[in-house]
C-alpha cells in the first residue's frame, strides 16, 4: 500500500476512533453519576469502560501469568498513559494517578467518576490521603494499581521505587504483584510530550500491542522493612524485564540479580518466580 494511502487509512481509523472514545467517556460519566456504586462498583464500571477503550483502539494485551484471587496491591513500571488502561481492562481495580489528570478535561471528570485515586506527589497530605483512600479501597475487596516510580519513562531505564505504596500492603495484610510493562516505542508517552498529538497518533496504529508480564506474588510480611518490599519488587520487575526484552539494547543494560526465592507467597496464583 502506498504512502499515501497508508496515511489515509490512519487517518480515517484515528477520526472513528477518537469519536467512539468519546462518547464511551462521556457515557461512562453519565452512568457513574446516575449509579450509587460503592468501591467495588466504581473498580468493575471503571473495569469495563477500560475493556471497551481497548477494543475501540483494537489494543492487542497479551499476558504471562495469572491475576490475584484476592485484593492486592499491583505496582508495575510506568511508560505511558496506556498501562492503567491495558491493566484494568483486564482487572477491577483503583489506579492512582498523577492529581494533574484530575484536571484534564472530560477524562479527568470520568476518572474521578470511576474510582481513580489522585495525588499530588510533591504533598505530603495529598500522598497520605491517597494512601487512606488506597487502604479503604483494599478493605473493600479492591486492588489497588501503583506506579512507584512516579513518573513514565521511555522503557530504558527503572528509576526508584517510593514506598508509601509497599507500606500500605503490608498494613493491610494484602500481596504486592509485580508487573512488567512493554510496548513499541511509539506508545511510550513521557518528558515534554503533549497527550493530544501523542493519543492521535497511538489512535492511528493499527493493532498496538501491549505486553504484561505477571511476577510471583510477594509477601510483605517475610521482609524486614517497606524499602526491602519496594527493592525486591523492583528486582522482579527489572529481571522481567532483561529477560523479555532481548532484542532491545536499552533494556539489556539493566543488570539486576535474581531475587531472593524465599520472599515471595507460595499461594497458586501468579507464575513462578524467575
Not at 30 to 38: E, M
Not at 195 to 219: K, N, Q
Not at 245 to 264: M, N
Request: with cysteine; charged share 20%; proline share 8%.
Amino acid at each position: 500500500m502506498k504512502p499515501a494511502r497508508l496515511a489515509t487509512v490512519g487517518g480515517v481509523r484515528a477520526t472513528v476512533r477518537i469519536g467512539r472514545f468519546g462518547f464511551a467517556v462521556l457515557d461512562a460519566i453519565g452512568r457513574a453519576r446516575l449509579s450509587r456504586d460503592g468501591r467495588a462498583g466504581r473498580a468493575r464500571r471503571l473495569h469495563a469502560v477500560c475493556a471497551e477503550i481497548v477494543r475501540i483502539h483494537d489494543f492487542q494485551i497479551r499476558v504471562r501469568g495469572a491475576w490475584p484471587t484476592g485484593p492486592a496491591v499491583i505496582v508495575a513500571n510506568h511508560v505511558g498513559y496506556l498501562d492503567p488502561i491495558a491493566i484494568a481492562s483486564l482487572l477491577p481495580c483503583a489506579p492512582i494517578a498523577k492529581g494533574e489528570v484530575a484536571r484534564w478535561p472530560v477524562i479527568g471528570t470520568a476518572a474521578d467518576q470511576l474510582g481513580v485515586i489522585f495525588v499530588e506527589r510533591d504533598s505530603v497530605w495529598s500522598r497520605a490521603r491517597a494512601l487512606r483512600q488506597a487502604h479503604a479501597a483494599l478493605r473493600a475487596g479492591v486492588s489497588v494499581l501503583n506506579f512507584p516510580e512516579g513518573t513514565t519513562t521511555d522503557g530504558s531505564q527503572l528509576l526508584p521505587f517510593r514506598t508509601g505504596i509497599f507500606g500500605l500492603a503490608r498494613l493491610a495484610g494484602v500481596p504486592v504483584i509485580p508487573v512488567a510493562i512493554r510496548c513499541a516505542p511509539e506508545l511510550a508517552w513521557h518528558g515534554e510530550a503533549a497527550f493530544v498529538p501523542h493519543y492521535v497518533s497511538t489512535a492511528r496504529l493499527a493493532a498496538p500491542e501491549v505486553r504484561l508480564d505477571l511476577g510471583h506474588p510477594i509477601d510483605p510480611a517475610q521482609l524486614a522493612s517497606d524499602e526491602e518490599v519496594a527493592a525486591l519488587a523492583r528486582h522482579r520487575i527489572a529481571y522481567m524485564l532483561r529477560d523479555q526484552l532481548e532484542p532491545h539494547a536499552t533494556v539489556i543494560r539493566l543488570r539486576v540479580p535474581q531475587p531472593r526465592p524465599d520472599a515471595v507467597l507460595s499461594a497458586p496464583h501468579g507464575r513462578d518466580a524467575r
